[in-house]
């Protein structure tokens, strides 16, 4: 089946630590997204890939990072830097700018 | 700035017709989605306006109006399963995704 898959579905997170979300697809899409989701809060886009080896900060990228080594590819890691990291989060593909994007099932992180 | 605005919560019953509203206000605009999301899951899309009018898939309908800046989306014969929130985004004119907070719709039997 084609589609997305992310994962921990869970994860906790030490303070000072870096943590790494995976999101892996066999769609064959170029774009890739990472969205933040807090309650009360619209989707805040952290980073997004159109291409291979290319990726754009978003209106949150501070405290994350990312890499897009494999079209299917596209890990977030959060850094020790993001100092509020509890959230949902989700990674999403694209076939192209105006078409509807498709979602992973989601990561939620917490600090312990 | 750009602005989504969506009601926080809105209750309906099994059965009825429920109106969940979406004004916007951005840069530009290149289409409007709604999203269906039940608690810790994956949105999931339901329709995409770019022409003013309805649109018509099943039980649910959305309309937009760009003049007014507003769209809603219409869902009838309402079943428990409906019980989710509903996100409206608008594409601006960079073909960015602005997204409202979403709609938290409670159905009662």
């Known amino acids: 089946d084609g589609g997305i898959t992310q994962s921990p579905k869970y994860l906790f997170r030490k303070e000072g630590q870096n943590v790494t979300l995976s999101c892996e697809q066999n769609?064959?899409?170029?774009?890739m997204y990472w969205y933040r989701q807090d309650p009360g809060q619209g989707l805040r886009l952290i980073y997004y890939s159109q291409i291979v080896n290319d990726f754009q900060k978003g209106d949150i990228a501070e405290g994350y990072s990312v890499s897009r080594e494999k079209k299917e590819s596209f890990p977030l890691t959060v850094t020790s830097a993001q100092k509020n990291p509890t959230a949902f989060y989700l990674c999403?593909?694209?076939?192209?700018?105006?078409?509807?994007?498709?979602f992973g099932s989601g990561t939620q992180l917490s600090v312990l | 700035g750009q602005n989504i605005d969506q009601p926080t919560e809105m209750t309906a019953t099994e059965g009825a017709i429920v109106q969940i509203n979406c004004t916007y206000q951005t840069s530009g605009f290149n289409g409007l989605f709604w999203y269906q999301q039940h608690a810790g899951e994956a949105p999931t899309f339901l329709s995409y306006?770019?022409l003013d009018g309805l649109e018509e898939k099943g039980r649910f309908s959305s309309f937009l109006s760009r003049s007014k800046g507003y769209s809603y989306l219409l869902l009838k014969e309402l079943q428990m399963k409906d019980s989710a929130s509903y996100l409206c985004a608008v594409l601006d004119s960079n073909y960015q995704l602005i997204w409202g907070a979403g709609t938290k719709l409670i159905i009662k039997p």
């Open positions: 999403a593909t694209q076939t192209a700018e105006n078409e509807k994007l498709f």
């Open positions: 306006n770019v």
């Open positions: 769609l064959n899409h170029d774009a």
